[in-house]
């Protein structure tokens, strides 16, 4: 009887050290497709926004935990430098922290509405929706 309280005490133990190593690699995993998610959304997002200056390109910015506030007067006009300082800004995020990919430019509800030739109405949407689908497979417990 004795033998088997002890097998049953060791065998809790390494059920849940086992049960705590899972949940740290959801953890760890469900924040890694969280990035992926992010940072495909804001590159689809960020090219298929129409160029006249690159303002509106530049203005996609990721904030942690809360929106960005406020637009920039910068420029990227190919979209690098903004895509390369939205996947630092992703990458270097907690697993408890939210992504907020915003554009506080007055203008780009009429570039998302179709009032540019160069991107179809929708743009902003359809981002999201790709993002999506590029992870659509990504497993979190391995």
């Keep these: 009887m004795v033998n088997n309280r002890v097998r049953k005490v060791a065998n809790l133990k390494q059920f849940n050290k086992k049960i705590n190593k899972i949940a740290a690699g959801i953890e760890?995993?469900?924040?890694?497709?969280?990035?992926?998610v992010a940072i495909a959304i804001d590159q689809v997002v960020t090219l298929a926004t129409p160029v006249d200056t690159g303002r509106a390109r530049a203005n996609w910015r990721v904030g942690i935990d809360a929106p960005v506030q406020g637009t920039t007067e910068d420029t990227d006009k190919n979209g690098q430098a903004t895509l390369q300082a939205a996947k630092d800004k992703i990458n270097s995020t907690?697993?408890?922290?939210?992504?907020?990919?915003?554009?506080?430019?007055?203008?780009?509800?009429?570039?998302?509405?179709?009032?540019?030739?160069?991107?179809?109405?929708?743009?902003?949407?359809?981002?999201?929706?790709?993002?999506?689908?590029a992870v659509a497979n990504a497993r979190i417990i391995k």
């Design 28 to 36: 760890l995993e469900a924040n890694t497709v969280k990035k992926k």
């Design 94 to 133: 907690d697993s408890g922290e939210d992504i907020f990919i915003s554009n506080s430019l007055p203008y780009i509800g009429k570039l998302n509405d179709g009032s540019s030739a160069q991107a179809p109405a929708g743009f902003v949407e359809k981002a999201i929706q790709k993002g999506i689908n």
